[in-house]
């Protein structure tokens, strides 16, 4: 068996993480209608109004995270998307309806589970350039 070629894991995991943001950007930029209910469920002192004016901005930066993480993937970058990516699926359980009283088995906590791969897929980059241990290497 030959042995993998770190250079093809980091290009896959670059495109993996790129795809992830530009797709939620792009959602995003869209106004779609359940990221505003995840926002407003998230944060109830949020307004619908302002969540939907939110949602432009936070898809320009998924969309800009989408571009630098493919050609620049800095390890702040990185890390950044992965708190990013576990900030957003946490909103699935938190914000749905009932979800305290529903228990572990109450399907919001599985959508948070099934969406840790967009976790996954920055730490392994990051992982892959190795931990930053100087200031100069989270831009690196």
Do not use: C
């Amino acid at each position: 068996m030959a042995t993998p070629n770190p250079k093809y894991a980091d290009w896959t995991l670059r495109i993996a993480a790129s795809g992830m943001f530009l797709g939620h950007g792009i959602l995003a930029l869209g106004q779609k209608a359940s990221f505003v209910s995840l926002i407003t469920g998230t944060f109830p002192m949020i307004s619908t109004e302002t969540a939907t004016r939110m949602l432009p901005i936070l898809g320009a930066i998924d969309v800009t995270a989408a571009i630098l993480v493919l050609f620049w993937p800095a390890r702040f970058l990185l890390f950044g998307g992965a708190l990013w990516a576990f900030a957003t699926a946490l909103s699935r359980p938190l914000a749905a309806p009932g979800f305290f009283e529903g228990g572990f088995l109450a399907a919001p906590l599985w959508d948070f589970i099934e969406r840790f791969a967009n976790v996954g897929v920055p730490l392994a980059l990051l992982w892959l350039r190795g931990w930053p241990e100087t200031v100069k290497e989270w831009f690196s």
